[in-house]
């Protein structure tokens, strides 16, 4: 059972425009929301998290919002940029237990120049 | 050390035989994970280390695989008797620990992976 959902195993969009990247979730006892970027050969690097009880998050160019009801999130990227082409994980995590974390199948973004 | 690492970067070994996989973290974090992933597909969880014990280890896939951690920092995760549907890249990640509050404790951080072939 997929927990974590990305749909969309690949987006493309034009340098300078916005990326959005989708995530949805069934696990209602999520409470903490991450979101990975990973360029080939190497770890997944932190980018940015929400918590449950916020709707949105923002760093820089990169926004996550979170609609509980609908058990989605997303990954808005503004302007997007050459480098950040790379797969991004969405993740979940649920407070009880030990906080294991589940983790998307990935979306593989591609930013032309 | 300034992130987390992991020995070997890559491993080519034949079916059959037994190998170990390092993971050192980043220093202060109590908490360790192991995941799995295989070509074209996501994250697969393994077990994870809450300082040296492993409450969970229901997301080893036979038990072919063994984790271990000691003084809670390095840990090693064995595979015994691989085949080749073990290969893959295997990643270590650490965070600070546990808990309610401050959700930073759980942000976990990735090293490079160990990229594994079985022949």
């Known amino acids: 059972d997929q927990q974590v959902k990305q749909n969309s195993p690949s987006l493309s969009v034009q340098e300078g425009r916005i990326s959005i990247l989708n995530c949805d979730y069934t696990?209602?006892?999520?409470?903490?929301f991450l979101w990975y970027k990973k360029y080939p050969a190497e770890g997944p690097t932190f980018l940015i998290s929400?918590?449950?009880?916020?709707d949105k998050n923002e760093d820089g160019r990169f926004t996550v919002f979170l609609n509980k009801s609908a058990k989605h999130l997303s990954l808005h990227i503004v302007p997007s940029q050459p480098g950040d082409s790379a797969v991004y994980f969405c993740?979940?995590?649920?407070?009880?237990?030990?906080?294991?974390?589940?983790f998307g199948t990935g979306t593989k973004l591609q930013v032309i120049p | 050390g300034a992130g987390v690492s992991q020995s070997p970067s890559n491993k080519v070994t034949e079916k059959g035989k037994d190998v170990e996989l390092r993971c050192d973290p980043i220093?202060?974090?109590?908490?360790l994970y192991w995941y799995r992933q295989r070509l074209g597909q996501g994250l697969e969880f393994l077990i994870y280390?809450?300082?040296?014990?492993?409450?969970?280890k229901s997301g080893l896939p036979s038990d072919r695989f063994s984790a271990e951690r000691t003084g809670e920092s390095v840990s090693t995760l064995t595979i015994q008797r691989t085949q080749q549907e073990d290969s893959a890249v295997y990643l270590c990640?650490?965070?600070?620990?546990?808990?309610?509050?401050?959700?930073?404790?759980?942000?976990?951080?990735f090293g490079p992976g160990t990229r594994l072939l079985v022949l």
């Open positions: 990640a650490s965070s600070l620990g546990f808990g309610t509050s401050g959700l930073l404790l759980r942000t976990q951080y």
């Open positions: 696990n209602s006892m999520f409470d903490y």
């Open positions: 929400i918590s449950s009880i916020k």
């Open positions: 993740a979940a995590s649920d407070l009880g237990g030990y906080q294991k974390v589940t």
């Open positions: 220093s202060g974090h109590t908490a």
């Open positions: 280390f809450q300082g040296n014990s492993a409450p969970d």
